[in-house]
């Protein structure tokens, strides 16, 4: 709870390492309720946290050519959608689609291959064309 509250003074890359170490612990501990909730909201906290220009494509470390990896999505299907939306907001305002475009399909793509939705259409009108386009590769799945 203590560090929950004081992530946002950390810096993006470390809370990016966080949010998919919390996935990570939430995979490896399916039976624990308490445990899980409390994982859900650490990443709940660090997905809406992010900055509009935080959230983007991994860069290389300095003195290394190699890009970390980051995964932001996970098994629950709110947390997933808290991480489109906060991608919209993204793309809205710091033009992520610009130079992150394949980043971007590949997260989107991961979060419908995990837990496939759809949104509203009064949902979707707000979304920047960039992500319409993406989430139209993955149709909803229907009951």
Known sequence: EIF???VHHAQAHFRLNLLSSLHSMSAAAPNQAQLNQMLESTALRVITGMGNFEMTSPKPQPGTNSKPSYTLYGESEELNRMVILTLARTIHIG???NNGSAWLKEVVGGIMANT???WPSHTQTNFPQALLDILKE?????D
């Open 95 to 97: 033009g992520l689609e």
């Open 138 to 142: 993955y149709p909803a799945v229907k």
């Open 4 to 6: 929950s509250y004081r």
């Open 116 to 118: 496939p939705h759809s």
